[in-house]
């Protein structure tokens, strides 16, 4: 009966499209707003931000304003837990939130290759520690500004040699530029000569990340700046607050958009039901039982979702890896990426709200009174 169910939709190809292009719409935005919560989820958990803490001026928060002295790391270097510490010197363009912020990290190359998870896609890492003025731009960046080997960016007080393209296994690593500690804290304008922004520590595998905290910050205490230190997921999700709230608000959205398939595909499968209430009950009379014609209902409103579902997850999954989207503030980004969970919970819910919207209608096929429906016009 499949070849049946097609001919039907074809029947009303207009209205079929309509109802298709807007189950489309809505979950491409239902995808696009579940990006965003993977990324924030991603940037705010994992390996990565339970087991390394950063070390920051305490009453501070846009990377601008924390200053903190450079031989800090000696210091937290000797507590017991410590593997490692990477002074860090970060410039953004712009603290408060933005689709489009430029963040740069400083430190000093031969850490950052040891302690990051990068693949550089284009350039080598010879060049990159070599040049003073030598910078490797993530992926998403790149898009963003179309940049390339070769190119010199400029923004701000800042200019650099674009010497290499990378990937990460951590995507928000990607709307990063790295560059070498020394080239940021003598940039003209910037003032940081012997000062950082904050310190990155890196942890053995048996330390307890709140025990080594608060031994940084009281061992710090005593010094000319006083710090505040927390693990690195949990400083980020304090960096971006406000825009967390925001995403939660955001989840709603998401919520809104299946309602809306719903609303949408339960609609048009009504009114089908309701132009054809005459022939479901020839239907009947020729022997299709009730049970059967609710599923031929359901396989119209489940094709319409599932069909527009997919196209609108696909476009969604195309328009961010095209894109490289990414939202920040105070020098943190989260990263708008496609999923393979991401297109697998389209796809089922796609699935799941098509056999919903075709309920009610699917009962009324299956209901039809004989006579009354044939005595119709």
Same mark, same amino acid.
């Given at each position: ?16 499209l ?11 935005v239902?995808?696009?707003v ?7 989820h ?17 009453s ?7 200053r ?30 933005s ?23 284009? @350039? ?17 960046v ?11 960016f ?26 070498s500690?020394a ?12 000062l ?12 307890d990340p ?8 009281a ?20 960096t971006l607050s ?7 608000f955001?989840?709603?959205? @998401? ?15 009504v ?15 020729? @022997?299709?039982r ?12 489940t ?15 195309a ?18 990426q ?7 919970? @389209? ?5 799941v ?25």
């Open positions: 009966m499949i070849t049946y169910v097609l001919k039907t939709l074809w029947r009303h190809r207009t209205r079929t309509l109802t298709v292009t807007g189950a489309a719409v809505a979950m491409f239902f995808c696009f579940g990006s965003v919560q993977e990324g924030l991603r940037l705010t958990t994992g390996a990565d931000a339970d087991r390394s803490l950063i070390v920051f001026q305490e501070r928060f846009c990377p601008t304003s924390s903190l002295p450079e031989d800090y790391s000696r210091k937290i270097k000797e507590l017991p837990g410590v593997r490692e510490v990477m002074p860090i010197q970060v410039w953004t363009n712009n603290c408060r939130a689709l489009d912020i430029v963040v740069f990290q400083g430190a000093d190359p031969e850490q950052i290759r040891r302690t990051r998870p990068l693949t550089l896609t284009d @350039g080598d890492w010879q060049t990159f520690t070599s040049q003073r003025d030598a910078a490797i731009v993530g992926r998403n790149a898009q963003r500004r179309g940049l390339k080997r070769g190119d010199q400029s923004i701000g007080e800042i200019s650099v040699n674009v010497t290499g393209i990378f990937e990460s296994s951590v995507p928000s690593e990607e709307n990063l530029i790295y560059t500690l080239f940021l804290q003598y940039t003209r304008g910037l003032d940081a000569a012997g950082v922004t904050q310190h990155e520590v890196l942890l053995t595998d048996d330390a709140d025990r080594v905290a608060s031994e940084i910050d061992v710090l205490r005593s010094g000319p700046v006083a710090t505040r230190t927390r693990r690195k997921g949990a400083f980020q999700a304090s406000d825009l967390v709230d925001l995403i939660g955001a989840h709603w959205l @998401g919520y809104a958009c299946v309602g809306l398939v719903l609303s949408l595909v339960a609609t048009t499968t009114m089908s039901v309701q132009d054809r209430i005459k022939e479901y009950a020839v239907l009947q009379t020729i @022997g299709v009730p049970l059967r014609a609710m599923r031929l209902v359901l396989a119209e409103s094709i319409l979702c599932v069909v527009g579902g997919i196209s609108g997850t696909l476009l969604a999954l328009a961010l890896e095209i894109g490289g989207f990414a939202i920040g503030a105070e020098g943190a980004a989260i990263s708008f496609p999923s393979i969970a991401l297109a697998i919970t @389209g796809t089922l819910v796609s699935v709200v098509g056999l919903a919207a075709g309920i009610a209608p699917a009962i009324q096929a299956a209901s039809v009174p004989i006579v009354n429906a044939l005595r119709q016009a």
